[in-house]
Structures are given as C-alpha cells and as structure tokens.
C-alpha cells in the first residue's frame, strides 16, 4: 500500500482545512486508517482514526473540531480540520494498518504517507 497525503497550507488561527489521503492497493477498504501529526521538536501523536466499517476515533484536543472519514470507492481518506489553533502546526501523516480495526499507536501502523505541512497562524 503506497499513501500520498495532501491538502496542507497555511491558515490562520480558527481557520479550516481539509486534508487528503490517497492510497493505492485493491485492498484499501479492508484497512485501518489512521492521522498522526508531528511538530517540531516533539514526537509524533495521535489525531484520529477510521477502522473498515467507518466507526472513528478521535484523541481528546481535536474531538469535536476535526472529522475523519473514508471514501472506500475513491481509496482516500480524509480530515477536514476546523477551529485550528497554532499550537496544532505539524506534518500531518496519514498511516495504514494491515488490520481492520483501528489504533492509536503509531507502531501499528505499517504503512505511512510523506506528510502534509500544516502551519496555523495566530
């Protein structure tokens, strides 16, 4: 499975973004998916995730502000940010696991995306 994320930029504080996930591989629906972010300096966390069905996880700092969803047809993943603050500027990576259930550990993850740079301005 190969992942190619999209759809940072910069926006300013209370702003929206959406990012994208494409993937490749005819068994993309059967996957866990999964966003990860990591800002300078400090180690890579958790944002959400998606396991085969559609059911979502979200940590604790973006429950309410961001949603994660899936399009099993275009083989893409997607977060659309909202209320973004400056402390969330990061790469945002999208991940894939080789199960159907989904994680918040970046360990179990297998496969990962570039990264998108995402920058929020106060």
């Known amino acids: 499975v190969q992942l190619q994320a999209s759809g940072g930029g910069l926006v300013q504080a209370g702003g929206s973004l959406r990012l994208s996930c494409a993937a490749s591989g005819r068994t993309f629906s059967s996957y866990a998916m999964g966003w990860f972010r990591q800002a300078p300096g400090k180690e890579r966390e958790f944002v959400s995730a998606i396991n085969w069905s559609g059911s979502t996880y979200y940590a604790a700092s973006v429950r309410g502000r961001f949603t994660i969803a899936r399009d099993n047809a275009k083989n893409t993943m997607y977060l659309q940010m909202n209320s973004l603050k400056p402390e969330e500027t990061a790469i945002y990576y999208c991940?894939?696991?080789?199960?159907?259930?989904?994680?918040?550990?970046?360990?179990?993850?297998?496969?990962w995306g570039q990264g998108t740079l995402v920058t929020v301005s106060s």
């Open positions: 991940a894939a696991r080789s199960t159907s259930t989904y994680s918040s550990y970046a360990r179990d993850y297998v496969y």
